[in-house]
């Protein structure tokens, strides 16, 4: 019997997976915290001017909401060759325990985690100047701050909490009518 695969989306997968899968529920993994510490410079930004996307920080006493998706064993490889390709902007797969509502026990879930040895790593700022990057960056993927805004509604429609994504957000709307 095959394995069966699970997703952990916590960025752009939330709103817009781009692959097959079988299930997708709101999920969350214990133990990190989302932030926007990564630079990107192939999908919301470009190399001379990086937008910045969520990465994944470990912290013991935090939690992230974001959506686990089960992809069919015969899809697997598939969906696996593609995220490879999507996340190639200095992500690593990681693996993680996925709490789903609908299940009494954690999933194991792939996602994947930006560390702070890769190139596109951008680390800490104040979160105004975060704002000020989202705003300015555009990529082959689009504005910047479309992810950052999706993002933020998509977490808001399954009731889920993020404070850093939420003041963000706020920040960015602000930014967009200046």
Not at 14 to 43: I, N
Not at 48 to 53: I, S, T
């Amino acid at each position: 019997m095959e394995r069966e695969l699970w997703i952990f989306g916590y960025g752009s997968l939330v709103w817009r997976p781009g692959f097959d899968h079988a299930e997708r529920h709101p999920a969350r993994v214990d133990g990190w915290a989302r932030r926007f510490w990564q630079g990107s410079t192939d999908h919301r930004g470009v190399p001379d001017a990086p937008g910045r996307v969520a990465t994944l920080v470990q912290d013991a006493g935090a939690f992230c909401w974001g959506v686990a998706y089960r992809v069919a064993p015969a899809e697997s490889g598939t969906v696996l060759a593609a995220l490879d390709h999507r996340e190639r902007g200095g992500f690593d797969r990681v693996r993680v325990r996925a709490r789903i509502a609908a299940r009494p026990e954690p999933v194991d879930a792939l996602t994947y985690v930006a560390g702070q040895a890769n190139p596109n790593y951008l680390g800490p700022a104040p979160l105004a100047e975060i704002a000020a990057q989202v705003c300015r960056a555009r990529g082959p993927s689009g504005e910047n701050r479309e992810y950052v805004l999706r993002l933020a509604e998509a977490l808001r429609a399954q009731g889920a909490d993020d404070e850093h994504v939420f003041a963000l957000a706020a920040l960015v709307e602000a930014g967009r009518a200046a």
